[in-house]
């Protein structure tokens, strides 16, 4: 039902009619996007497919006059502002018509005319028409025609809510009179014109079956709603309403500004005697020119005592998807659960879709509040994976009282269930592998189970299988029983009995499945869907080097002995290995040939088995099993670990009650290499100097390539080069080290690296010293006019001095002449005799 906004107060009163309105609205074609467009036609009278592709349409047969068919054809569409209607119409004598269009405006319509609009085609007037279907002497809106051959175009564009009163705010119904030439057509009946909008909504309900007299009832809606129109937001209620008294129990308002969905619990309190209790969920759109509704009723028991049986009492998931389904790779898809519910107190929900690590995968998580009786439908979108196979997935559930008491039906909380993830068989006929599981790792001569997962497409009554293969020798080691084909289907080939070989060192054992089919004539396989290779790492026994393997003489095969056929008296086979010496060196790979020389024409499965390879080396030989004559290629690869020195390879070959063995020689050389020495480890060099050192490189074991040298760790304000930088040794490189005048002074790391087979490096330890010649030049900067004045100072002082001292000597009486004693030297008076010190008599 759509409300057209006429006044404000019949708004108003639309409002109150969507809220107390008890009927069942089924609006679906309402909301259909076939009435609404986003973009006007052009009138001009051509009906073009693309501009009215969005209208709905009506056939109107008028019936037959002097032997010619007159059908014509009714558009109408609409958007927000103007509604818009195309008439077409067989017509023997074209360009000579008048076309009438009568309204009926009413709510509900009555089917009486309300307004109208005319256009003559011989002269090309338009007509706006009032109730009477007079010209009301407004002209809204634009008409225009065309013709074709026998046909007569016409096309419609009124504005909606025009303010010429004599106008509709939008026509309900419409009415047809068709004039050619003197005849005169009117269509048998009003056609309903339904005025569509540019949003869309869906909702659900869920709720209780039964409660208990005034228990806590929790209803849900779930609303989905969808703009046609982007940028067009509108209004909308969430409504219950109990339809005995039309009154609203409980609502919510909220503003549609995009493509949303809408989950809303409303929490109601039960009538306080036992009764059944009718309501409806409601949703009201509204928007600037109308309103829309839907609503859904239903009802819920209400009684005096639930009477739950203990044993019943929890939630569980009650149904879910059936069993495996298949859907293709990358696809969103729904998933539906049903859980059901009897509690006597609140409880919440919280259920999705979780893969096998208990991660989301759903694109939503319903987490809600139940009370009473009852039973939930949820949907939940989730999008496969990009990888085809089985996807084990599981709906889970989580539920406890309001307070947080756990769940107590632990045995329904989850549902697991596959999905086969296939995006089908190529071609339409053939059998395909969807998937091969086995384990990832497995000890040497562990039994090795593989599930084999196909999907058929053949014709009722064809023939498949399934086999497991040595992918090295394509040796058949399992085949399965043979099946009929039921035109599509999907199977599961398990596979026992396998064993994974002894290995001296951990070993990939590939293994192929292969699907075969026949629908009449030879068996098929379908290419490349049809096979698959899987690897399976089988561990290395310990040995010590030389030793033979630890376990049974003969090594497990991988088919049960017993399928083997019986060995004859005179079966045998001679083992050769081919060369029977090699020299390398650690980190390269030696390979040997080996071949197996078969004594008759007899099928005798031979296995090998490797001992003697050095500590850290891998081997594999391929392949590792067949039935003589063949060959076989034994890899030995050494790691940089393995210590240079003579070993003994042997190959055991067993088979048909025979063992045979062959050794060659390993020779494991140390590896070419290098040494690196620097002529000074350390230098001492001052700010703006230079100072060149000598790196030497020679060659080790006959290492004959090029060495290139870098400088890796160096501080700003040094620079060091390198001549040369690379050649091969042996040979010397000159290392210039130039320290910038504003370096700090300090002690400083450089690192040199030599990269040739390896990486080597070594250190130069720089020291860095300001220049002597700084104290100088600081005192060359000491001022003169202070050292002036400190030596005048100075001569002042000595003048002084000078004087004081000759004015002494003025003062003190001139002494005697003196002389020397010319025994002990003393100073004596010239005229002393005897000195008074020794007593010597002086001459």
Known sequence: ????????????????????????????????????????????????????????????????????????????????????????????????????????????????????????????????????????????????????????????????????????????????????????????????????????????????????????????????FTLLEPDLAFDADLLIIDMDDDSVLDSISLNVFESMNVTETFELIAPAAAQSWSLMGRVAAHYEDGGLSIGTPFTIEVVDDLEIDPEAEGICIWDGPPPPETAPPSEQIEIPIEVKYAVTYDAWIVAGIYDEEGALISSVEFDETVSGIGSNDYIFEVTTPDTEGPWNVKASL????????????????????????????????????????????????????????????????????????????????KTSDEMTAASHGFKTFSFDGIYAPFVLTDTIFTLRAVAEYKTDGAWQILDPEGQEEFEIKVLGVSISPGDLPVGPLIPPLPVPPDSLPPTPEDFDFTLSLTPDSQEASPGQTVIYEVELQGSIEVTQLVTLGV???????????????????????????????????????????????KTHSQSASLVVKSPPDFSISISTPEVTVERGES????????????????????????????????????????????????????????????????????????????????????????????????????????????????????????????????????ECRAQISIDTLHCPKCGVKQQ
């Open 1 to 224: 039902m759509i409300f057209i906004k006429k006044s404000s107060f019949i708004y108003s009163l639309v409002i109150i009619m969507l809220l107390i309105s008890s009927s069942i609205l089924s609006i679906s074609s309402v909301l259909a996007i076939g009435g609404y467009t986003s973009t006007a036609p052009t009138i001009d009278g051509a009906i073009g497919n693309i501009e009215w592709q969005n209208a709905q349409t009506v056939d109107i047969d008028f019936g037959e006059l002097d032997g010619f068919h007159y059908i014509g054809k009714l558009y109408a569409m609409n958007d927000l502002d103007n509604v818009y209607i195309a008439f077409e119409i067989d017509d023997p004598i074209p360009g000579q018509a008048r076309l009438t269009l009568i309204f009926d405006c009413s709510t509900p319509s009555d089917g009486i005319a309300d307004d109208g609009v005319r256009f003559e085609q011989i002269t090309a007037q338009y007509s706006d028409l009032d109730a009477d279907l007079n010209p009301d002497g407004h002209i809204d809106g634009v008409m225009t025609s065309n013709i074709g051959a026998d046909s007569n175009y016409f096309e419609l564009s009124k504005p909606i809510g025009a303010p010429d009163p004599d106008d509709c705010l939008f026509p309900k119904k419409l009415f047809v009179i068709y004039r050619s030439g003197p005849n005169v057509f009117e269509s048998t009946d009003w056609q309903h014109i339904q005025q569509s909008i540019p949003h869309d909504f869906t909702f659900d309900i869920r709720h209780p079956e039964k409660v208990s007299v005034s228990q806590n009832t929790f209803i849900t809606l779930d609303v989905d």
């Open 398 to 477: 989580y539920y406890g009282h309001v307070a947080g008491v756990d769940s107590v039906h632990q045995e329904c909380d989850e549902w697991p269930f596959t999905l086969i993830i296939t995006s089908g068989v190529p071609g339409g006929e053939g059998v395909k592998i969807i998937d091969v599981t086995s384990p990832v790792e497995v000890n040497s001569g562990d039994e090795v189970l593989v599930n084999v997962n196909v999907e058929y497409e053949l014709p009722s009554g064809a023939k498949y299988h399934a086999r497991i293969l040595d992918s090295t020798s394509s040796l058949i080691i």
């Open 611 to 657: 001992s003697g390879q050095p500590i850290g080396s891998t081997v594999n030989i391929i392949p590792l099993a067949g039935t003589p004559t063949y060959s076989s290629t034994l890899t030995i690869t050494l790691g940089d670990s393995v210590q240079p020195e003579s070993y003994t390879i042997t190959v055991n070959a067993s088979g048909g009650e």
């Open 691 to 822: 100072i060149s050192i000598d790196i030497n490189i020679e060659p080790l074991h006959g290492f004959n390539t090029p060495v290139n040298l870098a400088v890796t760790t160096s501080p700003n304000g040094v620079e060091v080069k390198l001549n040369p930088e690379s050649e091969t040794p042996s040979f010397t490189s000159r290392i210039k080290i130039t320290v910038e005048n504003d370096m700090a002074p300090g002690t400083y790391p450089l690192i040199i690296i030599a990269e040739g087979s390896s990486q080597k490096s070594s250190q130069v330890i720089l020291n860095v010293e300001a220049p002597r010649q700084t104290a100088v030049a600081t005192q060359s900067q000491f001022p003169y006019g202070m050292l002036a004045l400190i030596v005048s100072i100075l001569l002042i002082v000595a003048a002084i001095l000078a004087f004081r001292r000759r004015k002494t000597k003025a003062t003190v009486p001139p002494q005697a002449p003196m002389k020397f004693c010319i």
